[in-house]
């Protein structure tokens, strides 16, 4: 199964991602932590690509063609991969529709992911993630047990930079006009579900599974 995880920034795309690929094994794609990977390592994409997203805009879809590319060519045929901000317009679902067809595969299922804007800044000022094994917090929600240290391995949990207030609106309108179109274009298809995201994470979770038959 391929599956895609849509909704705007903090609507638990990566927490859902996560479980998906620890509980059920799938492999987990998500655009964001690859560019965020190469940004802190100093690749030269990460160098051309850390001003745009700390500015909260879409990198070029080139880029982020090229690294689903490289990750899909080296996916066996029968394993189930969950996409997690990817694609992100509708000039992506087409370049990723052309993309699975060389390997007789398509998008199965794509879960809408549902939650209101206030909710959503929320969410993100209080995100905070482990610098070293990626753990994430929430300062409100799943705060650590010491501030600023990750329970899992002790390391420094840092904010990030997109996730100022500013930024944040900037991404969630560049979420309206780019993103939110593949809606229509999913749900023409038949493989959209709604999920309403604004559960707390089990439930999400549960309503997910049910979505997909798993
Ligand atoms: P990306 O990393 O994809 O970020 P995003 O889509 O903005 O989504 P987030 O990671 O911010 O949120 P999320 O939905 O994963 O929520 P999370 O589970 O963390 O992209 C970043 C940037 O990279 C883009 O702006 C762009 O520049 C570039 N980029 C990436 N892909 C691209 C592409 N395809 N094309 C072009 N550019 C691209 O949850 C958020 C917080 O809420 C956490 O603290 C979590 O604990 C909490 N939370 C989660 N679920 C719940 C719940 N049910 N209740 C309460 N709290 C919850």
Same mark, same amino acid.
Do not use: W
């Given at each position: 199964m391929?599956? @895609?995880?849509l909704? #705007? #920034? ?10 998906l690929k620890?509980k059920?094994?799938?492999l &987990?794609?998500?655009?964001g932590?690859?560019? !965020? %990977?190469a @940004? /802190?390592?100093k690749? #030269?994409l990460?160098l ?5 997203m700390?500015?909260g805009?879409?990198v *070029?879809d080139?880029?982020? +063609?090229?690294?689903?590319?490289e990750? @899909?060519a080296e996916t066996?045929p ?6 997690d901000?990817?694609p992100? /317009?509708v000039?992506q679902? &087409?370049?990723l529709?052309?993309?699975l067809?060389k ?5 199965? =299922?794509? +879960?809408s992911?549902?939650v209101?804007?206030e909710s ?5 000022? $209080? !995100?905070?993630t482990?610098?070293v094994?990626?753990a994430?917090y &929430?300062?409100?929600? &799943?705060p650590?047990? =010491?501030?600023?240290?990750c329970d ?7 904010q !990030?930079?997109d996730?100022m207030?500013?930024v944040i =609106?900037d991404? +969630?309108?560049?979420f309206?006009?780019?993103?939110s179109?593949? =809606? /229509?274009f999913?749900? *023409?298809? $038949?493989v959209?579900?709604? @999920?309403?995201?604004d559960?707390? #994470?089990?439930?999400v979770t549960?309503?997910?599974?049910? %979505?997909m038959g798993?």
């Amino acid at each position: 199964m391929i599956a @895609i995880l849509l909704g #705007p #920034p903090g609507s638990g795309k990566g927490t859902q991602a996560k479980v998906l690929k620890e509980k059920y094994k799938f492999l &987990h794609l998500s655009t964001g932590d690859m560019l !965020r %990977a190469a @940004i /802190n390592a100093k690749t #030269p994409l990460g160098l051309k690509v850390q001003d745009i997203m700390a500015r909260g805009e879409l990198v *070029s879809d080139e880029i982020v +063609l090229d690294l689903i590319k490289e990750k @899909i060519a080296e996916t066996s045929p029968n394993q189930n991969v969950v996409l997690d901000g990817y694609p992100r /317009n509708v000039n992506q679902a &087409h370049s990723l529709a052309t993309l699975l067809s060389k390997y007789e595969r398509k998008v199965d =299922k794509v +879960l809408s992911i549902e939650v209101d804007s206030e909710s959503l800044i929320t969410r993100l000022t $209080g !995100r905070r993630t482990c610098k070293v094994c990626g753990a994430g917090y &929430h300062v409100q929600f &799943h705060p650590s047990k =010491k501030a600023g240290v990750c329970d899992q391995c002790g390391g420094e949990l840092v904010q !990030r930079r997109d996730d100022m207030v500013d930024v944040i =609106k900037d991404r +969630l309108k560049v979420f309206e006009g780019q993103t939110s179109p593949l =809606k /229509n274009f999913y749900s *023409s298809q $038949g493989v959209l579900e709604v @999920i309403q995201g604004d559960q707390q #994470p089990q439930e999400v979770t549960q309503e997910i599974n049910r %979505a997909m038959g798993i």
